[in-house]
């Protein structure tokens, strides 16, 4: 009964997108409030309708309810029950659901703000919400209803796919979903904006946070899916140039361009046009990278199965594309900067160089992305574009922007000297040397992996030196301690400094890509039982194979257990059991790899196969050095966000800081 309330509530949470988009354009029309607040509170209603349905999906699902087709395919009665809770969103039809349920919580929290100096934005705010979002529950009730039920009802379900029984299941997904919807309110903002020709920064002031969250949530997601990747599909690596990896990757790309061309636009009234034109691109990017997840028009590992869903999401993205150039083209003429770029070597300048890169960068990846879909339209075979063309072509085009990242806080707005970078450069310059000799003295011979390091370790040095210009500054003109100095530092302006922390997380992730992709090693051995191979400075040893419980009760599971030693002295560095899990009722098999080693150099073992009895077995194993400090930088990255995002209380004045102003010191 539940479940049918909630089939119920999302169709009212349908025709109430309809009706807030109408009311809000007719209010707008008319001039008429009443209207607008109408299609505010429908706006604002939806969320509540969403989570009814989500709620009569979920019962469903606890109660085993295998008469709904999604039910039966997603779940079964030995399925566990947290993974009863995240088998909504285990495949397209609930995922779907789920994604309407975010995006119609952001629809919600941005209707709960003061419409006071934006007032003007609401009706079309709200209007390009509902109608995007009355699109999702259009096509997830037509083409994907979660909530169909079987004229023949199963007595059990499938089950779960085994890939999905992990804990990234339950972190990845919302993320995920909540940076590609979380960028719909600062695209509404931008649409507003040119529908009422505003030529100033009002949509921007009111965006920019909103930005931010889908922003760190969308590259949270990626990071997540990273690791998650790297636990289940047995392969040693994280990122593979997936057509589905990709499709978040390039509106975070985007996104991160237009996040610094839009501090440019706040303090020197410049790139107004261009900043538009990102926005726009950022969303319809959003689109593009939904469509190939949810279409099956490419394959991938983690895409969902082809489905009628393509042409409709192939009819939204020329929708979104139509409106959005036609609107930022009939607008150039009234988007005119206050101010023009005085000199290229300057704040402004740079930011413009990275984001050049930034889409340049994004547009390699789009390219190689969809090239299959080119030359099947063109000859049809597909030619499916591979992870070298990505790491010859995008991969040094990051790299420049890592080094970017170091030299753009040295630069003043307007101009800036040649002489007094070169100065403030000397010390992480000649870090970065002295770690590059260290390397050379140590073995590595490889000039990219030299440069690669040098460069990080530069950007790294240099970002950690604005901190330390600025606490040195305090203890010696206020006298405070560095503890101290460092939090009202940070306090005075959070969006700098929580930004530089972001490029730190950045620099750590650049570091263990850098780690892995060079200096990782592979081997694929057949070995006997009790007999050892050796790889890099590791020794592998085969103990046996054994059946052993299964973490969950419909699998059947097979461990082998192989101990790891130093090759060179012989000291044990630990066990390792790598397994595969078999599900009889899907005729899956799950390879779960295990890992040893140090925080620094990771060891991956995975079982591939055995014969008679475990007397010979197969693995495939990994040599990851550094490959957590990928890990580390996504946690820096998050904590950069919430720096610059959490407001924290205004740091309150000291006599000797006022005093030190009359007599016309200023304070840093």
Not at 255 to 268: P, V
Not at 471 to 492: D, K, Y
Request: glycine share 8%.
């Amino acid at each position: 009964m539940l479940t049918d309330v909630g089939q119920i509530a999302y169709f009212l949470a349908f025709v109430l997108s309809l009706y807030g988009a109408g009311a809000s354009l007719i209010g707008a029309h008319r001039n008429d409030d009443r209207f607008v607040q109408s299609g505010r509170i429908a706006a604002m209603l939806t969320f509540p309708l969403v989570f009814v349905a989500c709620l009569g999906l979920w019962y469903a699902l606890l109660t085993a309810d295998f008469g709904v087709t999604y039910v039966a395919e997603v779940s079964s009665l030995s399925t566990p029950l947290l993974f009863r809770i995240t088998a909504l969103w285990g495949s397209q039809d609930g995922s779907m659901l789920f994604w309407c349920l975010i995006m119609a919580a952001f629809i919600f929290a941005a209707m709960l703000r003061m419409w006071r100096e934006d007032k003007s934005l609401l009706p079309y705010v709200t209007a390009s919400m509902t109608l995007v979002l009355a699109f999702f529950i259009g096509a997830n009730l037509i083409a994907a209803n979660p909530f169909v039920r079987s004229a023949f009802p199963p007595q059990d379900g499938r089950g779960l796919d085994p890939l999905l029984r992990h804990p990234g299941m339950i972190f990845h997904p919302p993320m995920l979903y909540a940076g590609f919807t979380g960028l719909l309110v600062p695209f509404a903002f931008c649409i507003a904006s040119l529908i009422t020709r505003r030529t100033d920064n009002l949509w921007l002031r009111a965006s920019r946070r909103w930005m931010l969250v889908g922003w760190v949530f969308l590259g949270a997601g990626i990071i997540l899916g990273g690791r998650w990747a790297h636990d289940v599909l047995g392969w040693g690596g994280y990122w593979g140039w997936d057509p589905v990896e990709n499709g978040p990757l390039i509106p975070w790309l985007i996104g991160t361009a237009f996040l610094h061309s839009a501090m440019i636009q706040e303090k020197r009234g410049m790139f107004k046009n261009w900043n538009v034109f990102l926005m726009l691109l950022t969303f319809s990017s959003v689109i593009w990278g939904t469509a190939v997840v949810r279409s099956g028009v490419l394959t991938s590992v983690h895409a969902f199965a082809q489905s009628d869903l393509g042409p409709m999401f192939l009819g939204l993205i020329i929708v979104v594309l139509g409106v959005s150039l036609y609107l930022w083209l009939s607008r150039l003429d009234t988007l005119h900067s206050e101010n023009t770029l005085d000199a290229a070597f300057s704040r402004e300048g740079i930011f413009m160089l990275q984001n050049v890169i930034f889409l340049s960068t994004a547009l390699t990846i789009f390219i190689g992305t969809v090239f299959p879909i080119i030359t099947e339209a063109v000859n049809g075979t597909k030619i499916t574009v591979g992870p070298p063309f990505f790491n010859e072509v995008a991969v040094p085009q990051m790299v420049v922007l890592v080094f970017l990242m170091g030299i753009a806080p040295l630069l003043a707005w307007r101009k800036s000297s040649v002489k007094a970078v070169s100065r403030m450069s000397a010390i992480p310059a000649a870090i970065s040397f002295l770690v590059v000799v260290v390397l050379i003295a140590t073995g590595t011979k490889q000039v990219i992996p030299l440069i690669l390091f040098a460069l990080c370790t530069y950007t790294f040095v240099q970002t950690v030196m604005e901190y330390f210009r600025g606490v040195v500054a305090r203890v010696r003109t206020i006298g405070e301690n560095v503890p101290t100095a460092l939090w009202h530092l940070v306090q005075r302006n959070q969006q700098r400094y929580g930004g530089y922390l972001v490029h730190l997380g950045v620099v750590l992730i650049a570091i263990g890509a850098t780690g892995k992709g060079f200096y990782g090693l592979d081997t694929l051995r057949n070995v006997n039982l009790n007999d050892s191979f050796t790889l890099g400075n590791y020794r592998f040893t085969y103990r046996g194979i054994q059946m052993v419980p299964c973490g969950f009760s419909d699998c059947q599971t097979v461990q082998a257990a192989v101990l790891v030693t130093s090759a060179t002295d012989g000291h044990v560095i630990g066990g390792v059991y790598p397994h595969r899990d078999y599900y009889p009722s899907q005729q899956q098999t799950s390879t779960i790899a295990d890992t040893t080693g140090s925080f620094n150099e990771e060891v991956y073992v995975i079982l591939g196969d055995w014969v008679n009895d475990g007397a010979t077995a197969t693995f495939q194993v990994y040599i990851n050095p550094l490959i957590n400090w990928i890990w580390v930088g996504g946690v820096v990255l998050i904590l950069g966000f919430l720096v610059a995002f959490w407001r924290l209380e205004p740091e309150t004045e000291t006599r000797s800081v006022k005093s030190m102003r009359v007599i016309g010191v200023p304070s840093p």
